[in-house]
């Protein structure tokens, strides 16, 4: 299929600014800024999220001492019931360097009314300022908070689902090769939209879709380089998961995709590698789509779609008949 319309359109307009020099490349920006602009185009690209039951700003202490923001969103029509509720631990995108709790709002309140569930928004630290394995740690230390803490927010800590997109899908999965090799209880499932895997970025899909598609390489490129320290934490599986030597017993997967998304050939190799494990995986890929485009819900239709999709794989973990 071709590039949606709407998408190219919008792609195009992209170019054009980048081309009459009114806002520079991400890759030509400091962080700060990147942060700054990635946040503002937030409100542009996506629908505010639908209400939800409410919403509870959380600490999670790190063990280094220091600590993380969270937002917990707890769904409407479950806010008033004593049963405890089933969560998903979510990790944004934004290759390390950029995103956070606003960014992906919109999303984790779809996934919290659509589900329903509770969607636990981690807000890991970013590169920079914090570079490899930072931001694996503080995922791994929100998944021990939650099982330690959860029930007292009225949690079920027994049914537990790991996501994220990009970037936070690979701390994600990760997250799940961590718990196997750690005897750590695995989650029910992990929900993984178009995840970094390799350690190199030099498939076809990564030549084909090097420019104008959203995610340019030498984005991808500049985020890795603030967020690795050297060359040599890139063979590191919590990197690139597709050099984990096991992959046998982790959660069931559902691996979103995106037809001129650069990172399409990784995810498909990801996705194959897990099923040779025995893994029971999912994959879709959205026709039409560019990297990015489950936050691009005032642009594309399958925005909406790929969310109701992931709050099906959900409920089907969450309450299985």
Known sequence: MSLDPDLSAFLELVEANAMSGEKPAMYMMMPEQARFEYDASTHILDVPGPPVGSITALNI????GQSINARLYSPIKCVKETEPLPVLLYFHGGGYCIGGLDSHDSLCRSLTTLTPCCVLNVAYRLAPEYQFPIAVYDAQDAYHWLLSTGSDYNLDVGRVAVGGDSAGGTLATG???AAQQENWPQPVCQILLYPCTSV???TESHRRFAQGYLLEAKTLQWMFANYLRT????TDWRFAPLQAS??????PTFLVLAEYDPLLDEGIAYAEKLKAAGIPTSIKIYSGMTHDFARLSNIVNEADQVRKDIAGELAHAFYPR
Do not use: E, F, K
Not at 61 to 64: F, L, N, S, T
């Open 61 to 64: 202490p790190c063990r280094d």
């Open 231 to 234: 060359d040599a934490d890139r």
């Open 200 to 202: 190199w970025q030099n």
């Open 175 to 177: 997250l799940t090769i």
């Open 246 to 251: 096991d992959l046998g017993n982790l959660a």
